[in-house]
């Protein structure tokens, strides 16, 4: 361990010291010739810092400063190259600038330099040239406020540097690299990051080449400095990739401007620019691709903008109506938002758009090319009502993009009276976007988006698999969670003990009589219960139900206990299947209405287990076969607890066995109304509600459905039925509860209902006889409801004589009488 | 609330949906159109590099705002109609299922339904758009999916408040129509002329604007491609000025309060109302 600690030390210590000799070896044979023209610098040289070497080198010499850390600040005040070999570091500690050049001719190259002071008055520098024909290459500039600041530096080469800004808010940043009344200088192959500009002034005929100018303010910023070239640099991610500024004589190729989105976000910006010949360059998604403003200044010096790609940017160009003798061809405008816009009020007809029968491509040009020679045999034009209105009324662009400006610029389109202002007319468009073969294109991966969007596809292939795959598995649904009694109520041994019927005593009223109200009535039920001991399954209390002003269920109270069948009789309107939707809770009511203890509104959930409910028109989803409807009301009841009928059992007590695969829309009324009772036996329910359950049956399917409900009375089912047919209580009630107008008028047990005629005896009696008459008539078993000046009397057929009859009998004079057939 | 019963009522739903003729007809328009903009989109750039995803969203953005609200709306607005016409609301109803149950899983099927539409008519052109070589970032791409579906959401939920209260499918489909022809057209273009006419402030216009929720989405979706807050003149350097960063996830807060509340407003109506 300890030997590798040693080679470890050891061999970079070595490496160190080799690299010493050898550049004192070359210094000592160069010195033969010139002794004094080179010095070395390292701990163990005979110079131990660059101040003390610079201060012994004499003119032309050179300084080499090998790998280690250095104390700024350097001045370079007589011509020397001070070589950095290794990457040594001369390091500012944050005060003032580090590195300054004031001879002419001297050399900086291979170096860190870092932590200069951050102060904007003072200029605070990485290196600092303030004398013409300076070298500054290879180096790397971290942590400074200026990277590159020429000062009167005409002649000098910045090449090759990485230059990274000062982690300050942009507006007290420096900028990267700095050019000030330095002409000629050269520019390359430089990266600049996180700098406030790169900057150049009353710089002429300099070369800005092969540069990166990224994440600052202005990528690169060029006034007052005539005859320069901006050739092959990239701006990316500034909030201005480049803007030139009064000056003559640019030449701008091949330089990519993405994504510089500032609060101004130009790609390439000119101003006040005079004869700039822009070609092959790449303005890609900025908010505005090439600014162009008052350029040129003077109409004999245009400027030419040839072979351009403008893609993707907000607005492509934006144009000053000022513009007079500019020249654009062979540029290919792809996708912009807004083509064209214009600055400012006036139009562009000062712009040429096309030389020499060569104008530009518009990937919105809707024209054709009949002769095939590339270019479009209508002109471009591009006029937007909507760009018209935004360009005067600037908050207008707040629609951009919605259906509303389209439609502006479809009515203008469709509507001529409202054409607005020709903004580009391009008499020879291209048809083709013509790109030079080595435009230096970006190639962004493939691979996010793609990633993104297959996960899109799979995660809904899987959504839509698993929607499928659950259709199977309810097809296998099981077993279903029971009815479970509230505490204190009927307990779940109750409800599963076979009945043991005992007829209710004959409790009979109109819900106006003092005997026969229906609150004493339902009193006379639960006192009836109580003391039995044997709380109902199915208790309502003094339910009222209005629809608007019209009271449907007026103030009903009843109960049903376990194993028993009630029929709630009454003709149409009478309020049966009302009362059925309130203890349902598909209604809202006013009262209690209470299944196996719970309450209906409070605990529907725990209600509804304990209950069925067969509809008089049964619906389900016609497009489920009858298997699937079964499977899918399982899951409703619960698909743990381990007791209940499967599937397959429903089916089979419901004979609907054969018909299981049948759509539930190609079913008869018959083994629809079969297929409600199967869904409401899921689960096995104490109770269950019928509407009319054999209405509108042939007689078949009639018998075949009362003989189930017998056989599940039988097992112990109790069941509230809404009857209009006298068989249907004749074969399954063992009481009759009578309703009319919505009230309870009577109610008897099912050995005394006598409406199996389906007649109705109306007798005139008022006062002292009619009461006389009523209770007469129930004495004798009949149903008989009261009125202010009338009773109605149920009657079956072939006796619709008999209470008139047994009237006469006891004494009772009738005059008159009518008879009511009922539906 | 059982989980069983609400997946029950949504895959239910989810595949309703996928038999409904509006739906499909709308989500076919729409996966149809994105990729026949993508298509297009590669077919103008013609080169690699140049078309990607990010460049083909403007495009994207217009057709979201035309056809998404609408499916939103339509299954909304049918949702329990539907079922209260076809008499199937009282058969669900009488099963031990309560009425928040129900309404969470229909919106549950039908956003599943909605997003499914949507994953697929984002997800094919950008496979095109990868696949040809076109490239470019998932984040932007995934935003705009994200904003569609809050949109869609926003469509759902007024559609079910629609069929909250609503009888008659005729009637709901009508008022849904009707609703997305204000969201669309009539909303921007009343505030429009009102801007042109009144001399609206950047700040009123803005205002007003917000409302909408497809002013939201759009907004959002046009700042979430990367554009400056410029692109959308002194309205949106206001919007950006007055809440900096914020301004998008206020612009989703605002979508998720059209998400939210009308469904909320459906479901008190839906709880408290004669279910036939």
Redesign the interface.
């Known amino acids: 361990m300890s030997r590798r600690l040693a080679r470890t030390i050891a061999l970079p210590a070595l490496g160190l010291a080799a690299l010493a000799a050898a550049v004192a070896s070359a210094g000592a044979r160069a010195g033969a010739t010139a002794p004094a023209a080179s010095l070395t610098v390292c701990p163990t040289c005979p110079y131990h810092t660059p101040q003390q070497a610079l201060a012994a080198a004499p003119p032309g010499a050179t300084v080499t400063v090998l790998q280690g850390q250095y104390q700024g600040a350097l001045l370079i005040d007589h011509p020397v190259r001070l070589q950095g070999v290794g990457g040594p570091v001369i390091d500012g500690g944050g005060q003032g600038t580090v590195v300054r050049i004031t001879a002419q001719d001297s050399r900086i190259e291979g170096f860190v330099v870092r932590g200069s002071g951050t102060s904007l008055d003072h200029e605070d520098t990485g290196v600092s040239v303030e004398a013409p024909e300076v070298v500054v290459a290879n180096n790397r500039l971290e942590d400074v406020l200026f990277g590159i600041y020429l000062k009167q530096a005409p002649g000098s080469r910045i090449e090759t540097n990485t230059i990274t800004g000062k982690a300050l808010p942009l507006a007290r940043r420096g900028d990267g690299i700095r050019l000030w009344y330095s002409r000629g200088v050269t520019i390359t192959g430089n990266t600049v990051t996180g700098a406030r500009d790169d900057l150049l002034w009353f710089s002429p005929d300099s070369t800005v080449a092969n540069n990166q100018f990224r994440a600052g303010r202005y990528g690169l910023h060029l006034m007052y400095s005539d005859d320069c070239r901006a050739v092959g640099n990239v701006f990316e991610d500034d909030a201005v990739g480049a803007y030139f500024m009064y000056s003559v004589g640019l030449r701008l190729e091949r330089n990519l401007a993405r994504?510089n989105?500032?609060?101004?976000?130009i790609g390439i910006g000119l101003r006040d620019m005079d004869r700039v010949e822009a070609r092959d360059n790449l303005i890609?998604?900025n908010?505005v691709g090439l600014y162009v403003y008052e350029s040129p200044r003077a109409s004999d010096a245009p400027n030419l903008f040839e072979d351009n790609?403008v893609?993707?940017n907000?607005a492509g160009l934006a144009l000053d109506p000022a513009l007079r003798g500019d020249v654009f061809r062979g540029n290919s405008f792809?996708?912009n938002?807004q083509q064209v816009r214009l600055d400012g009020e006036g139009t562009l007809d000062g712009i040429t758009w096309a030389w020499h029968g060569r104008g530009n491509f518009w990937?919105d040009y809707t024209g054709y090319d009949a002769d095939g020679d590339g270019v479009g045999d209508v002109p471009y034009v591009s006029r937007r009502m909507f760009e018209q209105?935004?360009s005067a009324?600037?908050?207008?662009?707040?629609?951009?993009?919605?259906?509303?400006?389209?439609?502006?610029d479809w009515a203008a389109m469709a509507f001529p009276v409202f054409t607005p202002n020709t903004v580009v007319l391009d008499p020879s468009p291209l048809v083709?976007?013509l790109?030079a073969a080595d435009l230096p294109?970006?190639?962004?991966?493939?691979?996010?988006?793609?990633?993104?969007?297959?996960g899109?596809?799979l995660?809904?292939f899987g959504?839509?698999a698993g929607?499928l795959r659950?259709?199977r598995a309810?097809d296998r649904a099981g077993a279903v969670a029971p009815c479970s009694p509230a505490v204190g109520t009927v307990s779940r041994d109750e409800i599963a003990r076979p009945p043991t019927f005992t007829p209710f005593p004959s409790v009979s009223g109109d819900g106006r009589g003092a005997e026969t109200l229906p609150g004493a009535t339902a009193e006379a039920s639960g006192e009836a219960e109580v003391m039995r001991g044997e709380p109902p399954l199915l208790q309502v209390h003094n339910l009222v139900k209005r629809f608007g002003t019209a009271r449907v269920v007026d103030d009903i109270s009843l109960a049903v206990r376990r194993g028993e069948a009630v029929a709630l009789w009454g003709p149409n309107g009478a309020g049966k299947t009302t009362v059925l939707?309130c203890i349902?809770?598909?209604?809202?009511y006013q009262g209690e209405v209470r299944v196996a203890g719970w309450d209906v509104r409070r605990d529907?959930?725990?209600a509804?287990?304990c209950l069925g409910?067969v509809?008089q028109?049964?619906?389900?989803?016609?497009?489920l076969t009858v298997a699937q409807t079964l499977a899918?009301?399982h899951?409703?009841?619960?698909?743990q607890a381990a007791q209940g009928a499967s599937v397959a059992e429903l089916l089979d007590l419901t004979g609907l066995v054969p018909h299981r695969e049948k759509r539930v829309s190609a079913l008869s009324g018959g083994m629809r109304r079969k297929l409600?009772l199967a869904?409401a036996l899921i689960g096995e329910p104490p109770l269950l509600l019928l509407d009319e359950p054999t209405a509108n049956l042939d007689e078949q399917s009639r018998r075949d459905l009362l003989a189930l409900l017998t056989q599940l009375k039988q097992r112990g089912t109790a069941l509230l039925l809404a009857a209009h047919h006298a068989d249907e209580v004749q074969v399954l009630a063992d009481r009759v509860v009578r309703l009319d107008a919505g009230a309870i008028v009577a109610e008897v047990a099912a050995a005394g209902f006598r409406g199996r005629g389906g007649s109705r005896l109306r007798l005139p009696l008022s006062g002292s006889p009619r009461d006389e008459a009523a209770r007469a008539l129930r004495e004798r078993g009949y149903v008989v409801a009261e009125y202010p000046d009338h009773l109605v009397v149920e009657v079956g057929a072939g006796h619709k004589a008999s209470p008139l009859l047994e009237l006469s009998r006891a004494g009772i004079s009738v005059e008159d009488f009518e008879l009511e057939q009922e539906s | 609330m059982s989980v069983d019963a609400v997946s029950a009522v949504a895959t239910k739903e989810l595949r309703d949906a996928l038999r409904n003729r509006w739906f499909l007809m709308d989500a076919g328009a729409f996966v149809l159109l994105s990729f026949g903009l993508s298509y297009l989109g590669l077919a103008g750039g013609g080169l690699a590099g140049l078309a990607g995803f990010g460049r083909t969203s403007a495009a994207l953005i217009s057709l979201v705002l035309l056809i998404v609200p609408l499916m939103g709306l339509s299954v909304g607005a049918l949702s329990l109609t539907g079922e209260r016409e076809r008499g199937t609301l009282a058969t669900l109803l009488a099963q031990p299922i309560t009425r928040k149950e129900l309404f969470a899983g229909k919106w549950c099927g039908l956003a599943a339904a909605l997003a499914a539409a949507l994953a697929v008519g984002f997800g094919l052109p950008g496979l095109i758009i990868a696949a040809a070589g076109g490239g470019g970032q998932a984040g932007p791409y995934l935003a705009l999916a994200g904003l569609a579906f809050l949109l869609a959401l926003a469509g759902l939920a007024v559609g079910m408040l629609l069929s909250a209260f609503v009888q008659r499918t005729a009637a709901a489909v009508g008022l849904a129509v009707g609703l997305w022809l204000v969201f669309v057209f009539v909303g921007d273009l009343g505030l429009l002329g009102a801007g042109l006419a009144m001399q609206l402030q950047a700040g009123q216009l803005l205002t007003l604007a917000l409302v909408n929720p497809l002013t939201d989405f759009r907004v959002a979706a046009i700042l979430a491609a990367g554009a400056s807050p410029e692109t959308l003149g002194p309205a949106g350097l206001l919007l950006s000025r007055t809440l900096g960063g914020w301004n998008l996830p206020v612009l989703v807060g605002l979508l998720a309060l059209w998400s939210s509340l009308p469904l909320v407003a459906g479901y008190w109506i839906f709880a408290r109302e004669d279910a036939v």
């Open positions: 994504r989105r500032g609060p101004t976000g890609l998604d908010h790609v893609a993707y907000d792809l996708n938002q990937s209105l935004a009324h600037p908050e207008l662009r707040l629609f951009l993009l919605s259906p509303a400006a389209s439609a502006i083709r976007p790109l294109l970006p190639h962004p991966s493939r691979l996010p988006l793609g990633t993104a969007a297959l899109m596809l995660s809904t959504l839509l929607a659950g259709r309810r939707r349902l809770g598909l209604l809202r529907p959930k725990r509804l287990r409910y509809a028109e049964p619906a389900f989803h016609a497009e899918f009301y899951r409703f009841k619960g698909a409600a869904v």
